[in-house]
């Protein structure tokens, strides 16, 4: 069950609500047998990760942060359908709000990508974009995936 994987891994689940209060937007939107989330930013439990990688946050903290956003990703899918039937992670997109030196975006990303496997197995497994930019309100990092899910 993936709600007790969770918990093991230190998560306590909730949905995400489905549209964020004070954005024109919805956490995810399913199509099919797909859901697709948006951006996921390292806010958790009032805890927020802000600044640039490389000089303010360090990779460790950075990982982390992709983590969180992980968790959040699939806090999102919570908002349109039961996460149980979460069958695979499709893709992911990160993005690292990274300083003008730092251009090793793939290993922050890899916390995303690692908590996925540790969640989901082999069906964690998963296509990858990584990229560095200047992120909004200096999020650390941002991720968005997509999941197939089977009622």
Known sequence: MIINRLKELGYSYTPAPLKPEGFPFNSAVRVGNLVFTS??????????????????????EAKKAAEICAFNCI??????????????V?????????????????????????FFIDVFGDKGMHARSAVGMQLPSDWAVEVE???????
């Open 90 to 114: 499709v893709k992911v997109f990160g993005m690292v709000n990274c300083s003008k030196e730092f251009n090793n975006t793939s290993s922050i990303i890899n916390g995303a990508s690692e």
């Open 75 to 88: 806090r999102a899918v919570g908002s349109v359908c039961d996460i149980e039937s979460i069958s695979r």
């Open 145 to 151: 995936a997509i999941f197939e899910v089977t009622d």
């Open 39 to 60: 951006g996921q930013v390292p806010f958790l439990e009032g805890n927020k990760i802000q600044g640039k990688v490389g000089s303010e946050i360090d990779v460790e």
